[in-house]
């Protein structure tokens, strides 16, 4: 596991948590795309920049990139050993960014961009709501093709599974 992908179905399914955890766990620098792609005052970067900064990363001899972005996920897909899958239930993923919103209520957190403070708006939650059955079908696909790629693929599918996978990482080093 040198070079790491790590996404999920959905915001609020613990995608940055994670990979901060993961990158604590083995060392391995953590990418958040968020950072990347949002500018101060939530300002989207020009493609042209969010992907050059994506490439510049890739060609590091280990990495952990999370999040989804698929509009740019061909730059990461070809080089990745390894696809770290987060889905927890709906529910789950809306419960947690509400408590996000509350939690970081006028501060950024830590995997955005300084300058983008916490925010939720109806459109944002009816996207989750709305993509979440599309995105999980397509994510599911995307992790067969991945694993026939021969990728290692680990699909988390709860807190649990997901606490497990970081100790038993922990128990073998």
């Known amino acids: 596991m040198k070079r790491v992908m790590v ?24 990418t958040h795309l968020d950072r990347l792609y949002w500018k101060p005052g939530w300002v989207e970067a020009p493609s042209e920049e969010f992907s050059a900064a994506q490439r510049k990363i890739v060609k590091k001899d280990q990495w952990i990139i999370e999040g989804n ?22 529910c789950v993923c809306l419960y947690r960014v509400i408590k996000r919103r509350i939690q970081y209520h006028g501060k950024t957190r830590e995997d955005l961009t300084q300058g983008c403070p916490e925010k939720i708006d109806w459109a944002f939650v009816k996207f989750i709501v709305t993509t979440y059955s599309r995105r999980k079908k397509k994510m599911l696909e995307r992790m067969q093709r991945y694993a026939n790629e021969g990728k290692t ?8 599974q997901i606490e497990g996978f970081l100790s038993t990482y922990l128990k073998g080093k």
Not at 9 to 29: M, P, Y
Not at 69 to 90: C, F, K, N
Request: hydrophobic content about 40%.
């Open 69 to 90: 972005y698929t509009s740019t996920i061909e730059i990461r897909e070809p080089l990745a050993d390894t696809v770290i899958y987060l889905e927890l239930p709906m």
């Open 153 to 160: 693929v680990h699909h988390l599918k709860s807190s649990a």
């Open 7 to 30: 996404i999920g179905v959905s915001a609020g399914v613990g995608k940055s948590s994670f990979s901060r955890e993961l990158g604590k766990l083995t060392g391995i620098q953590v």
